[in-house]
């Protein structure tokens, strides 16, 4: 069933989607055309496809029922191989089809991943083999969010969707200890996380004034950075940043909130938690990911209407993306049909329906006014407020860095180091990763 | 454990004649079934105490299963279901293709078994009964194969499935094709064996007497026969042991049967559970109900081969 889409199921594809497809391709590429300069009747070849979404039985049933058959219209001598992951395994899948040579037609990563294969000469420069450019995608995306597909000036990745992390206020809990607004400062979060927190006659933590616990620590750590004005790594990438004096302070606000306010107890709650806890009013503040809010429509429909979601209010607004990139191969024997449904993958409609499917926040600007994100609160703030995300990544090391920041950030909570200590030994680590 | 006692042995003792106990021996002996009894309360509600703390996340995950999204998000966090669910469980298994993950899984794990218990059982067997010139070394090699951790192995294990000469288009230098890949040869025969199943067989064979061995030479066997006539059937512990153990590892691979297949066709259970852990979160009630489901092969197994299972845990000094 996932393998291989039977050509069978094409005839389901009514003239509705085809209508689609062809609105969808020629707006998410801009000048570009699918398949670089050759028309789509000659665009042939079986290509294969490793993406980490789309994954279980709603997922493939989007895939290859819905969004291929539509491919299949316009390029009826493309066959699609589609081989599913998970996120957590992609890069075993993507290593190990490096190392042995049989890298997949098209794929899919994220944020912050595209930098490193393309620097190893895997993935195919789309700016010279089909045309993009960082200035057309730009009239389609976010700068930010066309520089995640880039490397070194050239287009490598089309964006498909995001997800963010965003500072969300239970307005009801703020409403009861006297506020009426989110907070509009580093201080005034501080006084408000303060006010909001919950302690029983014993100093059990009941409620958190602002949980930092359940977002990944490092994509929390960094949406906080991201509003203090810091950045990662230098304009070149040749040298992290992030134990500059914003990466400090970020860091000893939050080791301040944990150990001198009291505000979030270590293990209070995780990322493994059956739910949010913003959503059964162990949190009142909290950094979280756009899902809460689907996860609401499940667990907790009563409080949607509380929910409030906002930038982290620094230097400047905060707020964090990440999300899914489409990529093809450089050494594809099919090029043209790799690009093609690369490019297909991306376009609105298609975009579109995986987005809603997993509740993630479109990367195109036109999809603001669609009905399914103005049907979702968090999704719509995001994409409001995409001018002002940041992303991580940057240089091509990134990936081994990644995994060395959460530990650094847990050692300040823990106060096994000063926070700037466990940066600037972070920071060593990270440049010797970059120098190699 | 034994419960006669030397008073008791001195009483049936055979050349004395039979007397009636005196008031201080009746006293002694109600004393001693008094402390007897304390003893052994004491020694079963310590034992149920970890017993129950060993069931009780069982139990949760089985609870858990059963609860609705809205119940799952409830602080602080309910024991039994409020309302008991059962849906959660068609709905999970909609979720994924998992009649073919549960086949797939099953064919793996029961081939490993087979395939361990036949060979690990003979290798076992040659490295701890058959004096051959270098034993020791291979023995010290397969003990220091132990120690390489599974991650290291991935890769290089990968090319040698991806390069397998004659197979999956390959020529005989393994070039031009895909080799094992994403076939039932990439996901049985590089797990089919362990070293870790050679070392516990050896040690098995090892606790033999040998003087069964001789016994059977003197009668004429041959080397094969009294491998499989006379010393296997002492270590059944043993191949329950292994056979539980290796049929556990396999069913519960998830990133091999990832990483060199392509194919739903060829996926296994624990790929269908992942599908609830997202990104963006994770679908507990159904990651709890493919879990119960995922682990009641295993249970019935254990409760199969219970008996030889804990001896060969005992014999093996192994937890």
């Not at chain 2, 076992?124 to 194969?145: D, K, N, Q, S, T």
């Not at chain 2, 120690?147 to 397998?164: A, C, D, E, G, H």
């Not at chain 2, 393994?174 to 890949?181: A, D, E, R, V």
């Not at chain 2, 519960?252 to 296994?268: M, Y």
Request: aromatic share 10%; glycine share 8%; charged share 15%.
């Amino acid at each position: 069933m996932s393998s291989r889409t039977s050509r069978t199921r094409r005839g389901a594809a009514g003239l509705t989607a085809a209508l689609a497809l062809t609105l969808g391709a020629c707006s998410a590429g801009g000048d570009a055309g699918g398949g670089g300069d050759a028309a789509p009747g000659e665009v042939s070849g079986d290509i294969t496809l490793l993406t980490p979404i789309y994954e279980g039985t709603e997922g493939q049933r989007l895939l290859e029922d819905e969004l291929l058959p539509q491919f299949y219209e316009q390029y009826p001598d493309v066959t699609v191989t589609v081989d599913y992951t998970t996120y957590g395994q992609l890069n075993e899948k993507l290593t190990t089809a490096v190392a042995s040579g049989l890298i997949p037609d098209v794929m899919m990563m994220g944020v912050g991943w595209i930098e490193g294969f393309a620097d190893r000469g895997i993935l195919a420069n789309l700016s010279e083999d089909a045309g993009y450019t960082q200035a057309d995608l730009e009239e389609d995306y976010a700068p930010q969010i066309v520089e995640a597909g880039m490397w070194e000036e050239s287009v490598y990745a089309l964006p498909i969707m995001l997800d963010t992390r965003v500072g969300v206020a239970r307005m009801d809990l703020l409403a009861e200890a006297g506020y009426d607004h989110t907070p509009t400062s580093w201080e005034e979060l501080r006084e408000m996380a303060i006010a909001l927190t919950e302690r029983d006659a014993s100093g059990t933590l009941q409620r958190t004034g602002f949980d930092i616990m359940s977002t990944d620590l490092r994509q929390g750590f960094e949406t906080m950075f991201f509003s203090s004005g810091g950045s990662l790594f230098n304009e070149d990438f040749t040298e992290p940043t992030f134990n500059s004096p914003e990466g400090v302070e970020t860091l000893q606000f939050l080791v301040d909130l944990v150990n001198t306010d009291g505000v979030e107890d270590i293990g209070f709650t995780s990322t493994d938690a059956e739910v949010n806890p913003l959503l059964n009013g162990r949190a009142a503040m909290g950094i979280a990911h756009n899902s809460l809010w689907t996860q609401a429509e499940e667990a907790a429909p009563d409080v949607m209407e509380h929910l409030q979601p906002f930038t982290i209010p620094g230097e400047v607004p905060g707020m964090f993306f990440g999300g899914t990139m489409a990529s093809v191969a450089a050494g594809s024997d099919h090029p043209e049909a790799a690009q093609a449904l690369t490019e297909f993958l991306a376009s609105p409609d298609a975009a579109l329906a995986a987005n809603e499917q997993r509740g993630n926040v479109p990367a195109l600007t036109e999809l603001l006014d669609s009905d399914y994100v103005q049907g979702n609160v968090m999704v719509q703030f995001a994409m409001e407020n995409l001018d002002v995300a940041q992303r991580e990544g940057g240089p091509p090391a990134w990936l081994e860095i990644r995994g060395d920041i959460k530990p650094a950030i847990e050692a300040a909570l823990l106060q096994q180091q000063t926070p700037q200590e466990a940066l600037d030994t972070l920071a060593a680590g990270a440049q010797a990763a970059i120098d190699r | 454990m034994s419960t006669s006692t030397p008073a008791m042995a001195a009483t049936s003792a055979p050349d004395l004649p039979p007397s009636r106990p005196s008031a201080s021996n009746r006293r002694d002996r109600r004393a001693r079934d008094r402390r007897r009894f304390a003893t052994r309360s004491l020694l079963n509600l310590f034992l149920l105490v970890g017993a129950f703390t060993m069931i009780v996340p069982f139990l949760w995950m089985i609870f858990t299963s059963l609860k609705s999204p809205a119940e799952l998000a409830l602080f602080p966090p309910t024991f039994w279901p409020q309302e008991w669910r059962w849906e959660n469980y068609p709905e999970a298994l909609a979720a994924a293709p998992f009649h073919i993950y549960f086949r797939n899984s099953f064919i793996i794990a029961f081939s490993h078994t087979a395939i361990t218990l036949v060979f690990a059982s003979m290798a076992g067997y040659a490295l701890a009964r058959i004096p051959f010139r270098g034993r020791e070394w291979i023995f010290m090699g397969i003990v220091a194969m132990l120690m390489i951790p599974t991650y290291s192995k991935i890769v290089p294990q990968f090319l040698i499935v991806r390069f397998m000469p004659l197979f999956g288009g390959n020529d005989i230098l393994g070039q031009g094709g895909t080799g094992w890949l994403n076939s039932w040869w990439a996901l049985i025969i590089p797990g089919g064996l362990s070293a870790s199943a050679i070392f516990l067989f050896r040690q098995f064979y090892l606790s033999l007497p040998k003087e069964l061995e001789e016994a059977a030479r003197l009668d004429g066997l041959g080397e094969y026969r009294i491998f499989a006539q006379i010393y296997t059937p002492l270590v059944k512990p043993a191949l329950a042991t292994v056979g539980l153990l290796t049929f556990q590892d396999s069913w519960n691979n998830f990133l091999w049967p990832l990483l060199v297949t392509t194919s739903d066709n060829l996926r296994v259970i624990q790929v269908g559970l992942a599908v609830f852990q997202q990104l963006e979160g994770t679908a507990w009630g159904y990651l709890m109900a493919g879990t119960t489901l995922a682990t009641v092969p295993m249970v019935l197994l254990f409760l199969f081969c219970q008996k030889y299972f804990v001896q060969g845990f005992a014999n093996a000094g192994i937890k």
